[in-house]
């Protein structure tokens, strides 16, 4: 098993970006952190062709997990939070395919430790001022000086918050955007504390708060593992 990996998720409509992205990472990834990818079952032959030279290993999303849900968003959401079933990596630095590197990096920028990975936790102030001045729908100035928004970011978080029974901190934390650095632990702990005591499916967590960096960031709050 790897301890950290960098992850990317893909289909063949991000091609170009995702050719991009691979490009920087060959350029500037000096530890030589290894790449995977998962890719659309209908493409992935598409991807072992045109980057056989490189040095990514390509998995089929349907080895990841199966799901009828038709929304490519909410399925890489769900690929995403299961990928630790394969036992492959401890860490995964999660890229999108939009994104790339531009200058050397290290697996000291992702991880404090051999143990333990940076965070992303921010307030997501600026981005929700912006939605306030731009007179969004649903969004308002809240008597105390806070911004409040319906772009999903403050409903998904008072959602989860409910769930793991921290609605009491007033703070609504963003675990994005990408790249996130994501330890496989929480990931599995999710699973094993609230999704399978409560006999349910990925697909109704997605359903109620649909955003995989959230349910990683308030996992890992609540149930405090680093």
């Known amino acids: 098993m790897h301890n950290v990996i960098i992850y990317i998720n893909t ?11 691979v490009n920087s990472i060959k350029a500037y990834n000096v530890d030589n952190i290894p790449v995977y990818t998962c890719v659309n079952d209908s493409d992935i032959d598409i991807f072992k062709t045109q980057f056989s030279e490189y040095d990514i290993t390509f ?5 990841v997990y199966n799901t009828q849900m038709n929304s490519s968003w909410h ?10 079933r394969l036992g ?16 050397n990096f290290r697996i000291s920028d992702f991880m404090v430790d ?29 008597d105390n000086g806070d911004y409040w928004v319906s772009q999903e970011f403050s409903v998904n978080c008072d959602k989860i918050k409910r769930v793991f029974g921290t609605e009491n901190r ?3 934390y963003d675990f994005g955007h990408p790249p996130c650095v994501w330890s496989n632990e929480v990931w599995e702990s999710l699973y094993k ?34």
Request: hydrophobic share 40%; net charge negative; proline share 2%.
């Open 11 to 21: 289909t063949a409509r991000d091609l170009l970006q995702y050719t991009a992205l």
């Open 59 to 63: 998995i089929k999303d349907s080895d």
């Open 75 to 84: 399925k890489q959401q769900l690929i995403k939070m299961n990928f630790w």
């Open 88 to 103: 492959i990596a401890k860490h995964m630095i999660q890229v999108d395919s939009d994104s790339f590197f531009i200058k």
């Open 114 to 142: 051999e143990n333990t990975p940076y965070t992303l936790l921010h307030e997501n102030k600026e981005l929700k001022e912006f939605f306030i001045k731009s007179k969004m729908e649903n969004c308002r100035l809240e």
């Open 170 to 172: 007033t703070v609504n």
């Open 193 to 226: 504390v609230y999704i399978e005591p409560n006999n349910l499916s990925y697909e109704e967590l997605i359903n109620y708060a649909n955003s995989e960096q959230q349910w990683y960031g308030e996992t890992l709050l609540a149930l405090k593992l680093f």
